[in-house]
């Protein structure tokens, strides 16, 4: 949350994809005000992927990173099978906005992707699809200055580096 979060004024739900988990946490001032973690994350699609396929896992891996939800993705068999996995954590996502705002009388503003899953081609539209909210990608390295050169890079690989960044920032934090 320090690493992705800045002027947000109101509750933010947080939508960290690893490869086998998925965390959610609504944020509001900073503060976790909930949190959930789902045994289901990126490596779960590319499991679907290579059962639908019937390719190995390596290619359905490939062809995940690759292709993803982008024009290029050919067989609506893939995409379609990446809708389901990815409409089953979305929709864990929504009940948790859901019992938040019910819960606290809070409207959550946003969602932010982030974790290595987040990279998929595509997936900040898929997941608009599924939020009623603006949804936008992680960008820990907002924060931090950067030389220019380095920021296509930053961007891409910035969701893998949330939590470290994080931490970094926490340990400055404590020497001021």
């Known amino acids: 949350a320090r690493s992705l979060l800045t002027r947000e004024r109101g509750p933010v739900l947080l939508l ?3 490869a086998s988990t998925t965390k959610f946490s609504i944020i509001e001032n900073g503060i976790p005000w909930s949190t959930h973690i789902l045994s289901r994350g990126a490596q779960d699609v590319t499991i679907a992927l290579s059962k639908s396929l019937g390719v190995e896992f390596r290619e359905a891996e490939e062809l995940k990173r690759m292709v993803g939800f982008s024009k290029e ?6 995409t379609d099978t990446m809708r389901i996995v990815l409409g089953n954590i979305f929709s864990s ?3 948790m ?3 938040f705002e019910r819960t606290y009388h809070k409207t959550v503003e946003k969602v932010v992707l982030s974790g290595g899953g987040s990279l998929l081609k ?4 898929i997941a608009a699809e599924n939020f009623s909210i603006e949804v936008v990608n992680a960008d820990p390295f907002a924060r931090v200055e950067t030389p220019a050169f ?3 890079v930053l961007k891409e690989a910035g969701p893998h580096f949330a939590v470290a960044l994080g931490v970094a920032l926490r340990a400055l ?3 001021e």
Do not use: F, T
């Open 73 to 78: 993705a050919a067989h609506k068999e893939m």
């Open 16 to 18: 960290d994809i690893g």
């Open 122 to 125: 595509g997936i900040q539209e």
């Open 97 to 99: 906005i859901l019992d």
């Open 150 to 152: 380095l920021a296509p």
């Open 93 to 95: 996502a929504n009940r």
């Open 173 to 175: 934090q404590d020497l």
